[in-house]
Every structure is written in C-alpha cells, then in structure tokens.
C-alpha cells in the first residue's frame, strides 16, 4: 500500500465566493466545483492548485459559535480505508465515523490524539485524485 498523502483542507470563511476568488486570482488556483453547503443556504466552493484541494466552507456568524473561521480540517486520500482504520484502532484511537452521504470527497472523519479532524478518502477531491 502506498503512504497515505494530504490532499486537502477545509476552511470555514465568512464570504466563501470572495475567498475562492482570492485563491483563483492570487494563487491561480482553478475553482474545481461548487455547491449549496449541508445545513445552510450558502455556497461551499472548492479550489484546486492541480494537487492539493481546498474546501471553502461557510461559516455561521452566530454569537457562542465554538466553529471560528479558519482551518477546520484536512483530508488523506488513501489505497485502503480498512488498513487505515486498523492503524487507528492499533494506536488505541477513536474509530473513524462514516460521512453522510451528501458530503462530497471523503467517507469517514477521524481525529487525531489532540482532536485535530481529519477525512479519510479512498475516492479522492476533485478528478478522482
């Protein structure tokens, strides 16, 4: 099995189109795919700069709010989820929890040891990487 690689993070911003924007015309990342987010009326919009993917989420303005906006988590693609998952499991660590259906680009959800997110993808982000 191949190591696992880091293929993308999530940020949660309060205006998600402008910051896909930022990205797009600073960095000239291609803006990949975008979508109505889970559980709001906003846009998600997605970046890519050919390798590593970022995910612009919206962030609820919302007073006691525990999600700040920026970096919420990052994601492995990965040849096997079941090995992964056994990894985890050896290292006395929170099993990895099945993503809803209506998420796009990871399976599972993780944390590491300081509870730290983490996706867990066998399919990849965006064009099947």
């Given at each position: 099995?191949g190591?696992p690689?880091?293929?993308?993070?999530?940020?949660?911003?309060?205006?998600t189109?402008?910051?896909?924007?930022?990205?797009?015309?600073?960095?000239?990342?291609?803006?990949v795919?975008?979508?109505?987010?889970p559980n709001?009326?906003?846009?998600?919009?997605?970046?890519?700069?050919g390798?590593?993917?970022?995910?612009?989420?919206?962030?609820?303005l919302?007073?006691?709010?525990?999600?700040?906006?920026?970096?919420?988590?990052?994601?492995f693609?990965?040849?096997d989820?079941?090995?992964?998952?056994?990894?985890?499991?050896?290292?006395?660590?929170e099993?990895p929890?099945k993503?809803?259906?209506?998420?796009?680009?990871?399976?599972?959800?993780?944390c590491?040891t300081?509870?730290?997110?983490f996706?867990?993808?066998?399919?990849?982000?965006a064009?099947?990487?």
């Open positions: 099995m190591r690689t880091i293929r993308h993070m999530a940020i949660f911003a309060r205006d189109k402008k910051m896909a924007e930022f990205y797009r015309d600073v960095f000239e990342m291609e803006i795919h975008s979508m109505k987010a709001s009326d906003k846009m998600a919009w997605f970046v890519t700069d390798y590593m993917n970022l995910a612009i989420l919206p962030h609820r919302t007073a006691g709010d525990e999600m700040h906006p920026g970096l919420h988590h990052f994601g693609k990965v040849e989820y079941e090995e992964i998952a056994k990894r985890i499991a050896a290292v006395d660590g099993p929890q993503r809803p259906s209506n998420r796009p680009y990871a399976e599972h959800r993780g590491d300081e509870g730290n997110l996706d867990i993808a066998e399919a990849g982000f064009r099947g990487e």
